[in-house]
Nanobody, 126 residues
Framework: QVQLVESGGGLVQAGGSLSLSCAAS????????MGWFRQAPGKEREFVAS????????YYSDSVKGRFTISRDNAKITVALQMNSLKPEDTANYYC???????????????????WGRGTQVTVSS
């Protein structure tokens, strides 16, 4: 089993920044692709960003491209999401994900098996 624990959510004003972190443990490998998804109340869960095991391939949703940056530390098997220029529409519960598949599999939401964290709430006030 793979355990994922997110941290760093909170309340921020529009235009502000937040950084999320996700620590992986258990059967995880540094080769696993990792990523972030989010779900707002009454909406479907949506892809935010993903990063390959090597850290060289990244995908972003159009809604966050240019504002969010995903990175990883394979020594600690953590993944971070730096969120800048936050907007009220970024308000959601943010979930960390890990898969033996690729970062593109997370982007396309076609990964065979995905491990999920419990989520961390991000609220952006206007």
């Amino acid at each position: 089993q793979v355990q994922l624990v997110e941290s760093g959510g909170g309340l921020v004003q529009a235009g502000g920044s937040l950084s999320l972190s996700c620590a992986a443990s258990g059967r995880t490998r540094s080769s696993y692709a990792m990523g972030w998804f989010r779900q707002a109340p009454g909406k479907e869960r949506e892809f935010v960003a993903s990063i390959s095991g090597s850290g060289t391939v990244r995908y972003y949703s159009d809604s966050v491209k240019g504002r969010f940056t995903i990175s990883r530390d394979n020594a600690k098997i953590t993944v971070a999401l730096q969120m800048n220029s936050l907007k009220p529409e970024d308000t959601a519960n943010y979930y960390c994900a890990a898969t033996e598949g690729s970062s593109r599999d997370l982007y396309r939401q076609t990964a065979d098996s995905v491990y999920w964290g419990r989520g961390t709430q991000v609220t952006v006030s206007s």
